[in-house]
């Protein structure tokens, strides 16, 4: 998801649930790798009225990926890279699904 707008899979569907500090615990990393990510379009959280910010369980999910992503030696723009690409295959998936189960004439 880099240099361009996140994919819509990675925003949250799932109802906001926690503050940014009990979601960098759930992760297992900092507040502020967190902001990185959301700066660089790899999360998008749900915003209170005031502003702030509220994670989901997909939010959180997102960020276990990319630790895990992060451990395996990718930078960011990596990170954003395979995130991209899992999206992509998540819908192609979908589609295929789809397409499978019409009747065939």
């Known amino acids: 998801m880099a240099g361009t707008d996140p994919p819509r899979e990675h925003r949250p569907s799932g109802r ?4 940014i500090s009990v979601a960098a615990k759930l992760a297992g ?19 209170t009225a005031g502003g702030t910010r509220q994670y989901s369980e997909d939010d959180i999910t997102v960020l276990l ?14 990170v954003a890279k ?4 899992e999206a992509a295959n998540v819908k192609l998936h979908r ?9 065939q004439d």
Do not use: D
């Open 16 to 19: 906001a649930l926690y503050a």
């Open 29 to 47: 990393t900092g507040q502020q790798n967190i902001r990185l990510y959301e700066t660089k379009g790899l999360l998008t959280p749900a915003r």
């Open 65 to 78: 990926r990319i630790g895990e992503l992060l451990e395996q030696g990718l930078n960011l723009a990596g």
């Open 82 to 85: 395979v995130l991209e690409l």
């Open 95 to 103: 589609a295929l699904k789809r397409a499978r189960s019409r009747p």
